[in-house]
């Protein structure tokens, strides 16, 4: 492994006078958009060229982490948020930013700059890329087929839900086969009915965890969504969950604001918006789950610090978010940025009152995670073997190994 | 061996020396031919599983190795929730894996053997049919199952529902009661070539004159199975059982290829090896890897493998009956 990796290193590659910055990702997909963004870079900055180098998703942190133990990997990293993060940032291997370096952070939103950061020494690593949402998908042309509209609360949302599965249609794409699309179901569904932020302070400083009844309470409302799935949504894996809502083949999709360009790529005449989960009480402005979707960093073993900071700052100013947002139809970081996509666009007026995707902003940083507790309990709380109490237990009783506060709970 | 005679008109040559060459030319023929396979076994074998051992010894932050700890993550791994559980669960499933493809791939195996050296009309179409499945990529043979058993696209349901037992239908891979079933099922599907080809080959080396012996004797056809040929196959069961033991313990790939890493349902398909690849390389978006608690996973499936196919080659030989 190691010794297919040697070409990539940076030492490798320089030139006279000029210098090759590597960046390595997981984004396969995008690469034509980072290649024409590092364009721009590479006029300003003559001197210095940056090659976009993508790997498959499933093997990019193996292979990430096999070259940094081994003290080689790329200048500019592509790196994920929180927990994620923590595990390159805590032994040292991704080099701190600072305000000084990259002035533009100042003006970065705080929740987003808190998945930029390590956990144990509060020292910023990284540049946000983007924002993710969790929303729900609908089809507009079936609603219209149905006769129902946009519901403004949970009772309304369930009544159309019925109206749409009367008249054939299936209301709910989503399944549970995948644990994670579980998770962001719960995302989607659950922070209006446990209170939002208030019970994220809560339970990320250990006043309370997730046996409270307001977070059981909220887990019991995900059942209610049953009768509206393919009665065989166990065994709808997230390849199928996307494909029934592209073929317009289910009414609405429970996802997050990264499918927007995939969904406009599969199926040009899909006409679709997003809404927020409703709330309980018309009138009330409702939660989504809003999360750093992840970050742009520094190797700190690089041998050209000063073109890697360069590069790293640039992915920071609005000129780059702006040509992320309209290539990648992908909700910028960087502050300011215009967003053109109408989609999009609702998705960043509902992130006025974001909470953060729970398991992942506070619960993800040591194995086990939040995330893999709650994914597993929910699959067995979707096909009827746990009740949503025993979720609770679980997840705090899993998490205990490394929250303190929930040790005894 | 008679002295080799020397061409005449050469002197023969003394015998010392030439013996000597001829076995140091033996080992450098052994040492050319075993060295490379040594070698590369050393490489990516004993030593992965040699740091293995010492990283289990180890605290881990992230990817960064730290102190030595002693016998703290085997203490993790046996005492604490979840992993005291999901190695206990991941175990039983394991051993579910063995008893399962033993019954139904290995006696099926056997079966069709049996039925293959009565030589009916078109064995050797048969044969080749029954083969197929092993020489399919698991990956493909995955991919397919998953796709017929899904439950919205997925042939299985339909057919179901086109002869009327529409409620029959399920989710399958989805269904905690079933997944690790259907598994074990495509998994027999794929393999029951391999045992069946080990089978045949062991009866058609049971030499013709015990048959007929037997038969003088007035055995029926299920005493000449039962007395002749099955203590002559002892050899082959050992081969399988050993082979169906040491893959129901590794089992990785087909549980990936069809389920990924989580082993869901709710660890319902979930196995030490996938147990193992979660916390050793973490899963993607979800889970963290905790590699000192992988690492002893590594080290107890390795011990545990050695030690069972070890005893178990040893008593198995046992009741193997030579072919005098």
């Known amino acids: 492994m190691l010794l297919l990796l040697v070409p990539f290193y940076p030492g490798a590659a320089s030139g006279q006078g000029s210098v090759k910055l590597t960046f390595w990702s997981w984004r396969a997909e995008d690469k034509w958009a980072y290649d024409k963004m590092i364009q721009v870079f590479q006029q300003k900055n003559p001197g210095i060229t940056v090659e976009f180098i993508p790997f498959k998703q499933t093997e990019y942190n193996t292979i990430l982490s096999t070259a940094l133990t081994g003290g080689k990997g790329p200048d500019i990293i592509h790196l994920r948020a929180y927990g994620g993060l923590e595990t390159f940032t805590a032994p040292g291997y991704i080099a701190a930013l600072d305000y000084e370096t990259v002035p533009e952070l100042k003006n970065f939103s705080l929740t987003i700059m808190e998945g930029a950061k390590g956990r144990k020494d509060g020292k910023i690593y990284g540049v946000p890329f983007a924002s993710q949402t969790i929303v729900i998908y609908y089809n507009k042309k079936l609603f219209a087929q149905a006769g129902v509209t946009v519901p403004k609360t949970w009772d309304q949302f369930l009544g159309i839900m019925k109206t749409l599965k009367d008249k054939g249609i299936l209301p709910l794409a989503n399944g549970g086969k995948e644990g994670w699309t579980l998770e962001v179901l719960s995302g989607a569904i659950l922070p209006n009915f446990y209170g939002g932020s208030t019970f994220f302070e809560a339970v990320t400083r250990g006043q309370t965890s997730f046996k409270d009844p307001a977070y059981t309470g909220a887990l019991a409302k995900l059942l209610e969504l049953r009768p509206y799935m393919n009665p065989n949504f166990m065994g709808v894996d997230y390849a199928t969950m996307q494909q029934l809502f592209l073929n317009e083949q289910a009414a609405m999709f429970i996802g997050g604001s990264w499918e927007i360009g995939f969904f406009r790529a599969q199926n040009k005449n899909l006409d679709f918006d997003v809404f927020a989960s409703p709330p309980v009480k018309a009138g009330t402005i409702p939660w989504v789950s809003s999360f750093n979707d992840g970050n742009y960093g520094i190797n700190a073993k690089t041998p050209y610090m000063e073109q890697a900071k360069k590069f790293i700052r640039f992915t920071a100013t609005r000129e780059f978010g702006q040509m992320f947002a309209d290539m990648l139809a992908q909700n910028s970081a960087v502050p300011g940025v215009v967003i053109k996509d109408p989609v999009l666009k609702h998705v960043q007026e509902m992130n006025r009152k974001a909470t953060p995707y729970i398991m992942l902003v506070g619960f993800r940083w040591q194995a086990p995670t939040g995330s893999t507790l709650l994914q597993n309990a929910l699959q067995a709380m979707m096909a009827g073997q746990k009740t949503p109490e025993q979720v609770g237990e679980e997840v705090t009783r899993g998490l205990s190994a490394w929250v303190d506060a929930f040790r005894g709970r | ?324």
């Open chain 2, 1 to 324: 061996m008679a002295q080799p005679l020397a061409p005449a008109g050469l002197p023969a040559r003394p015998l010392r020396p030439s013996r000597l060459s001829l076995r140091a030319g033996r080992r450098l023929w052994l040492l050319f031919f075993l060295g490379p396979a040594t070698l590369l076994f050393a490489l990516f074998m004993t030593y992965p599983i040699l740091s293995a051992l010492a990283f289990s010894f180890y605290g881990w932050e992230g990817i960064g190795r730290r102190g030595f700890v002693g016998l703290a993550n085997f203490v993790r791994l046996f005492a604490t929730f979840p992993y005291s559980q999901l190695l206990a669960n991941a175990f039983w499933h394991n051993v579910l894996v063995f008893i399962l493809t033993m019954l139904v791939q290995n006696i099926t195996a056997l079966g069709l053997a049996l039925l293959l050296a009565r030589g009916p009309w078109g064995t050797k179409v048969y044969r080749v049919i029954f083969f197929l499945p092993v020489t399919l990529s698991l990956v493909i043979v995955g991919f397919l199952w998953a796709l017929f058993l899904n439950p919205i696209f997925g042939i299985v349901n339909k057919l179901l529902a086109e002869i009327g037992a529409a409620a029959l239908g399920r989710a399958w891979l989805g269904d905690p009661q079933t997944a690790l079933i259907a598994l074990i099922l495509v998994n027999a599907w794929r393999w029951v070539g391999f045992p069946t080809i080990v089978f045949l080959a062991g009866i058609n080396a049971v030499p013709d004159e015990y048959l007929e012996a037997a038969r003088i004797d007035g055995a029926g056809e299920w005493q000449t199975i039962r007395h002749v040929i099955f203590p002559l196959l002892a050899p082959a069961v050992t081969i399988i059982v050993l082979l169906t033991f040491i893959g129901s313990f590794n089992w990785f790939e087909l549980p990936y290829v069809m389920q990924g890493v989580a082993g869901p349902p709710n660890r319902a398909t979930d196995v030490l090896s996938l147990f193992f690849y979660r916390l050793a390389f973490g899963e993607v978006d979800t889970g963290l890897q905790d590699i000192g608690i992988g690492s002893a996973i590594a080290v107890l499936m390795f011990v545990l493998l050695v030690a069972v196919s070890a005893v178990a080659a040893v008593l198995l030989r046992r009741r193997e009956v030579e072919m005098a």
